[in-house]
């Protein structure tokens, strides 16, 4: 089984996986590698010969060890494109160099751990994988034992220089034993968990891009259940009221010239249907245009305030933040509120906007920020009005895992100030705590297409403080 792509195969049996090759990069890497050590075998042969400290009593020529030097550490460069083939060829070529008593055996033995290592971390399929290193070094201990039993028999009877506990030769053998038991133990045990350490990053990065695709199947199919929602909404709403207003108007039609009380009681109608239709459809579009970026506690403690708005009485502004205030009172915090300057004649849509700036911002601060006060300035500057609350409270950015629904609330607030042609701060305070700061034009600040243009712009920009409180 070929390794399995991402896209392909989302879920996959790991028992069956196969580590993806290196590609062109890791080759290039292994041949490097290679030549390094190639070179350290050419060098070491020379060293020795130069020394004249031979392991075997007589020994080639110097061009035949460099040759056998080049032979068992060449193959490395196909190291991870053939594995099981050089783990094979390299043994062979080790004991034949043994076999001609060649001078070297450091660098050998340095290529025969790497090509073990690479089977083992390489290897795609791990049932062959595992029984040629497991045969390998069963055979690499039958070449020991023979070489063992072969140096043990020529050895001299007598050790002068022997001081341990042991017995010279039974020492030797033991010696030899242990460290080959380590070296091919260590070169089979880090291979194998090298592919195992391969095995679970990429199953983290499956399960990485599984998790990433279900987010965003969900953000989708939450797309398109609101859709429905809205339009049912939209449908139950519109569809609704315009047929009782049909059925009322064609009632006073009929009755308009014989029935004149009858015919203005089913134009009340009418006009009440209207009236009804219009709150629920301004109501509705109210949700849609929070889309849960303000506190719903936040909403609730200006219900009054909105329920006045949607029986066609006027919207909160500035005369209703006292009634903030009282509420944030209410919940044990500190507040100073305080007015500079005469008013000036403003738009509705002005006060409004402040408002509910004050109010983002005292919700925030009263949920999110652990505050103990809180200072409200309003502002009646020239030209501008200036609303202002800050406090003592956390004014860190939240975290990733903090995020809140208020935090989506400064996208709101940014569009609002940016329609009328303003400006908005929201950003922690030097001292500590948090500020929130709305500067609103009073006039040739909002509509037109530089308003919208401005929405647009906080909408975008709204970036950088997404993460605020």
Not at 47 to 67: D, K, R, T
Not at 396 to 408: D, I
């Amino acid at each position: 089984m070929g390794a399995v792509g991402r896209d392909d195969h989302p879920t996959m049996d790991w028992d069956r996986w196969e580590r993806p090759g290196p590609g062109r990069a890791g080759y290039r890497r292994d041949a490097v590698l290679a030549a390094a050590i190639v070179a350290g075998a050419v060098v070491m042969s020379m060293l020795i010969n130069s020394m004249g400290a031979f392991v075997f009593p007589s020994a080639p020529s110097l061009a035949e060890q460099i040759a056998w030097g080049v032979a068992l550490t060449a193959p490395l460069v196909f190291r991870r494109r053939f594995p099981c083939t050089v783990v094979l060829v390299l043994p062979a070529l080790f004991i034949a160099a043994q076999v001609r008593q060649n001078g070297d055996n450091l660098i050998p033995s340095i290529a025969l751990f790497a090509a073990i290592y690479t089977l083992g971390a390489w290897g795609r399929d791990r049932v062959r994988a595992r029984w040629v290193r497991i045969g390998v070094i069963g055979a690499m201990f039958t070449w020991l034992g023979i070489a063992m039993a072969r140096d043990l028999t020529q050895a001299t009877p007598e050790f002068p220089a022997a001081q341990g506990p042991f017995d010279p030769l039974w020492a030797a053998a033991l010696y030899h034993i242990s460290f080959n038991l380590l070296f091919f133990f260590s070169a089979y045990f880090f291979g194998n968990a090298a592919w195992e350490s391969a095995r679970r990053r990429y199953k983290l990065e499956i399960q990485g891009d599984e998790l990433r695709r279900s987010q965003e199947a969900n953000a989708r199919r939450a797309v398109v259940e609101e859709r429905v929602r809205i339009a049912r909404d939209l449908h139950d709403v519109v569809a609704h009221h315009v047929s009782v207003m049909g059925v009322q108007a064609a009632a006073a039609r009929r009755v308009f010239d014989s029935d004149r009380e009858l015919a203005s009681t089913s134009l009340e109608a009418v006009e009440e249907t209207a009236r009804t239709a219009i709150t629920e459809l301004r109501g509705l579009l109210g949700v849609l245009r929070d889309d849960g970026r303000e506190d719903r506690d936040g909403r609730e403690g200006d219900a009054a305030a909105d329920a006045e708005r949607d029986r066609g009485g006027p919207s909160p502004g500035l005369a209703q933040l006292s009634g903030l205030v009282d509420k944030a009172r209410s919940t044990g915090l500190q507040v100073d509120y305080r007015v500079f300057g005469e008013p000036h004649p403003m738009s509705a849509a002005v006060e409004l906007t402040a408002y509910r700036v004050v109010q983002e911002a005292l919700t925030n601060t009263v949920k999110h920020a652990a505050a103990t006060s809180v200072d409200i300035r309003v502002r009646h500057l020239r030209n501008l009005l200036e609303v202002e609350v800050s406090d003592d409270g956390r004014g860190h950015l939240l975290s990733a895992g903090e995020r809140t629904p208020s935090g989506l609330g400064l996208v709101g607030m940014r569009e609002r100030v940016a329609v009328h042609g303003g400006e908005l701060e929201a950003q922690p305070r030097s001292g500590g705590g948090f500020l929130v700061r709305a500067r609103l034009p009073l006039a040739g600040g909002g509509g037109g297409a530089g308003a919208a243009t401005g929405a647009v712009e906080a909408r975008t920009t709204v970036a950088a403080t997404a993460n605020e409180r």
